[in-house]
């Protein structure tokens, strides 16, 4: 099956993580999107998204080609109803474009239209539910459902590899699955709550303690002494430490010293200095607003816990302290005592205390090409071109460069 994944119009509320990854691309639970639905429909996946970022995530188009809400979260009975699609038939819900099975003739004539998003269809029924990510803070509230679907997904006909006796379990042995050349000692896992899975070559160091719901992608390493709960994700090569809870790191992004990370999406090629913190709560537990880039505002969430939401390849040192609802953006530098602002534009460079200036983009690019090498990923022509593209299109919020 070819599946093409789109993005919805709330590509723009979801910034800054959208900025460098089409929608599927998010981590919710122990999968993407898009693994979820290549999962799911046993096919492979590519995008119709952004402009700017279509190189970098081509499309890939057959004779007959599945095209899907890239914000929508796959389930069995979905998946179900898109398999009995008839050729060139789609599905609506509330007048929007949820699926489609097109030949390659009726997508692209859409496609050279830019119609895609307006094709007629049958309207789903009220008994099918849908869940769309549409807001940041929804991935953490989301991801506890995720992880036990994606779980029971990813290991059902398979053996777990078995846990050293150095460590202790909590819980159901049934509701833990380690891969081949993870390594772990003397820690307590606990699944009493939701299940642990950790991806291949992980290591996770003597004393850490896990509550589950969690998940670890491939060639994480988790510090000694880290005390995680869940639900929480980890994405491949993560570096983890600390105090974490109800947080996902997409990948390739690090946490790994003391200080505490809670209801919190960070991107890609992040690296949170040793012990930096962020707050989830407010002191009067009142609502959390958090910056919208569609509206160029604070919006109200209706949430009370809402961390710290990172774009990729941004960065904070020592001991920064973020305040609740914080959104940093795309290759922001973050330091100086006291609280952020909670709104911490992208390419930015300083914090309190410092007043704000432009971080260069050719020193972002030599940074980011060290630090993606050290995970032994070049950095491309590709990723400067779109790391060029949010450079420009953000300098309306760099109010200093005015």
Same mark, same amino acid.
């Given at each position: 099956m070819n599946i093409i994944l789109f993005d919805s119009d709330a590509r723009d509320h979801l910034l800054p993580l959208t900025a460098t990854r089409p929608m599927a691309e998010l981590r919710l639970g122990i999968l993407t999107l898009r693994e979820k639905w290549e999962r799911r429909l046993k096919g492979n996946a590519s995008y119709i998204t952004q402009e700017y970022l279509q190189d970098r995530f081509?499309?890939?188009?057959?004779?007959? %080609?599945?095209?899907? %809400?890239?914000? /929508?979260?796959?389930?069995e009975r979905l998946c179900t109803r898109i398999r009995a699609l008839e050729l060139n038939?789609? $599905?609506?819900?509330?007048?929007?474009l949820i699926a489609a099975r097109l030949n390659e003739a009726r997508f692209e004539s859409l496609i050279e239209e830019e119609e895609v998003h307006e094709l007629?269809?049958?309207? /789903?029924?009220?008994?099918l539910p849908l869940t769309f990510i549409n807001r940041p803070w929804q991935l953490t509230k989301l991801n506890g459902a995720a992880i036990l679907d994606d779980f029971v997904l990813l290991t059902k006909g398979k053996k777990s590899a078995p846990l050293p006796e150095s460590n202790r379990l909590i819980g159901s042995v049934e509701q833990l699955f380690i891969e081949e050349g993870v390594k772990i000692e003397c820690c307590v896992l606990n699944t009493t709550a939701g299940p642990i899975y950790i991806g291949a070559g992980t290591e996770v160091m003597e004393g850490c303690m896990l509550r589950g719901p969690i998940a670890f992608g491939k060639n994480c390493i988790v510090k000694m002494g880290a005390k995680i709960y869940g639900p929480t994700s980890f994405g491949p090569g993560c570096r983890v430490g600390g105090e974490i809870t109800r947080s996902i790191m997409i990948a390739h *992004?690090?946490?790994a010293h003391d200080g505490y990370l809670g209801d919190a999406v960070v991107g890609e090629w992040c690296n949170l200095g040793a012990d930096t %913190?962020? *707050?989830? $709560?407010?002191? %009067?537990y009142s609502e959390v607003r958090l910056w919208d880039y569609k509206t160029r505002r604070f919006e109200y969430t209706g949430e009370q816990f809402v961390g710290l939401i990172?774009?990729?390849?941004?960065?904070c040192a020592i001991n920064t302290m973020f305040n609740t609802g914080t959104v940093v953006g795309v290759a922001a530098n973050v330091f100086g005592a006291g609280f952020p602002r909670n709104f911490i534009p992208d390419f930015s460079w300083g914090g309190p205390g410092h007043p704000y200036a432009t971080n260069k983009f050719a020193e972002v690019c030599e940074t980011a090409a060290i630090v993606m090498q050290r995970r032994g990923q070049p950095f491309s022509d590709l990723d400067k071109a779109v790391l060029y593209h949010i450079y420009d299109q953000t300098a309306a919020f760099r109010n200093w460069e005015k």
């Amino acid at each position: 099956m070819n599946i093409i994944l789109f993005d919805s119009d709330a590509r723009d509320h979801l910034l800054p993580l959208t900025a460098t990854r089409p929608m599927a691309e998010l981590r919710l639970g122990i999968l993407t999107l898009r693994e979820k639905w290549e999962r799911r429909l046993k096919g492979n996946a590519s995008y119709i998204t952004q402009e700017y970022l279509q190189d970098r995530f081509p499309i890939h188009i057959e004779d007959e %080609n599945y095209i899907i %809400n890239g914000g /929508l979260v796959p389930d069995e009975r979905l998946c179900t109803r898109i398999r009995a699609l008839e050729l060139n038939e789609a $599905l609506l819900y509330q007048g929007e474009l949820i699926a489609a099975r097109l030949n390659e003739a009726r997508f692209e004539s859409l496609i050279e239209e830019e119609e895609v998003h307006e094709l007629q269809g049958t309207e /789903l029924d009220g008994d099918l539910p849908l869940t769309f990510i549409n807001r940041p803070w929804q991935l953490t509230k989301l991801n506890g459902a995720a992880i036990l679907d994606d779980f029971v997904l990813l290991t059902k006909g398979k053996k777990s590899a078995p846990l050293p006796e150095s460590n202790r379990l909590i819980g159901s042995v049934e509701q833990l699955f380690i891969e081949e050349g993870v390594k772990i000692e003397c820690c307590v896992l606990n699944t009493t709550a939701g299940p642990i899975y950790i991806g291949a070559g992980t290591e996770v160091m003597e004393g850490c303690m896990l509550r589950g719901p969690i998940a670890f992608g491939k060639n994480c390493i988790v510090k000694m002494g880290a005390k995680i709960y869940g639900p929480t994700s980890f994405g491949p090569g993560c570096r983890v430490g600390g105090e974490i809870t109800r947080s996902i790191m997409i990948a390739h *992004s690090n946490k790994a010293h003391d200080g505490y990370l809670g209801d919190a999406v960070v991107g890609e090629w992040c690296n949170l200095g040793a012990d930096t %913190n962020n *707050s989830n $709560l407010k002191n %009067n537990y009142s609502e959390v607003r958090l910056w919208d880039y569609k509206t160029r505002r604070f919006e109200y969430t209706g949430e009370q816990f809402v961390g710290l939401i990172m774009g990729d390849h941004a960065k904070c040192a020592i001991n920064t302290m973020f305040n609740t609802g914080t959104v940093v953006g795309v290759a922001a530098n973050v330091f100086g005592a006291g609280f952020p602002r909670n709104f911490i534009p992208d390419f930015s460079w300083g914090g309190p205390g410092h007043p704000y200036a432009t971080n260069k983009f050719a020193e972002v690019c030599e940074t980011a090409a060290i630090v993606m090498q050290r995970r032994g990923q070049p950095f491309s022509d590709l990723d400067k071109a779109v790391l060029y593209h949010i450079y420009d299109q953000t300098a309306a919020f760099r109010n200093w460069e005015k």
